[in-house]
């Protein structure tokens, strides 16, 4: 399996609303990645996963909470966003330290619309 | 700081023929990596090339190749035979044996029949 899953692919929520997008992979990445994607523009980094701890905190809000429970899955815990949150949201995965050799592998996004 | 920058927003080409997409980089590192990824309208980020610093052989993948000069922190993506199937955003990336990318601003390719 050489795939990194992102469920849902697209979601829409109110401001008030509390949701959670997830991404899975099966390739025994010990390190995992979210990225945010306005349109036209390149991916931001939010934050990175290491060991299943956190290890970069872009400085993002904490209206954004990650959880890695294990190995394989990374949560993106979603709560009071804002429409300028609107984006897509995109997962991805590498060997620790092996990004240099090898690059992430990136999953499809969710695209999130805040209303 | 390290910084990428992609001066073409727009690139177009014709099916068949060739066409170079720009990337320049700015480091004081001197072991680093450089990536092209290309992002069809499915959205997902897929690996095209990537290339050593401390490689002096320019990397190659079928239609793909770069022309990597580290004097000039110059690092070009060049693909031969265009295909539809090519049509995407380009992104160049960096990484400097961190487990953070960093992206240019992305060159979008329309390749026309």
């Known amino acids: 399996d050489t795939e990194v899953t992102q469920t849902p692919k697209h979601l829409v929520m109110g401001m008030t609303n509390k949701k959670s997008l997830k991404c899975e992979q099966h390739?025994?990445?010990?390190?995992m990645y979210w990225y945010k994607q306005k349109a036209k523009k390149p991916p931001e980094l939010m934050f990175v996963?290491?060991?299943?701890?956190?290890?970069i905190n872009e400085s993002v809000p904490s209206r954004f909470s990650p959880e890695c429970p294990n190995s394989s899955l990374l949560n993106l815990h979603l709560h009071a966003l804002q429409p300028e949150d609107s984006a897509l949201y995109l997962c991805?995965?590498?060997?620790?330290?092996?990004?240099?050799?090898?690059?992430?592998?990136f999953g499809s996004g969710t695209r999130l619309t805040v209303v | 700081a390290q910084t990428v920058t992609q001066s073409q927003p727009e690139m177009s080409v014709q099916e068949a023929e060739t066409v170079t997409l720009s990337c320049t980089y700015d480091?004081?590192?001197?072991?680093?990596?450089l990536f092209w990824y290309k992002q069809p309208p499915s959205r997902q980020m897929i690996l095209v090339i990537r290339?050593?610093?401390?490689?002096?052989q320019n990397a190659t993948e079928n239609r793909f190749s770069v022309n990597f000069q580290k004097a000039a922190k110059s690092f070009s993506l060049k693909i031969s035979d265009s295909q539809l199937g090519d049509t995407a955003m380009y992104f160049c990336?960096?990484?400097?044996?961190?487990?953070?990318?960093?992206f240019g601003t992305g060159t979008r390719l329309q390749v026309f029949p």
């Open positions: 996963y290491s060991y299943e701890k956190l290890s």
């Open positions: 390739m025994g990445h010990r390190a």
């Open positions: 991805a995965s590498s060997q620790v330290g092996g990004i240099a050799n090898y690059g992430y592998t």
């Open positions: 990336a960096f990484s400097h044996n961190t487990d953070k990318l960093i």
């Open positions: 290339q050593e610093a401390y490689k002096q």
């Open positions: 480091t004081s590192e001197n072991n680093y990596y």
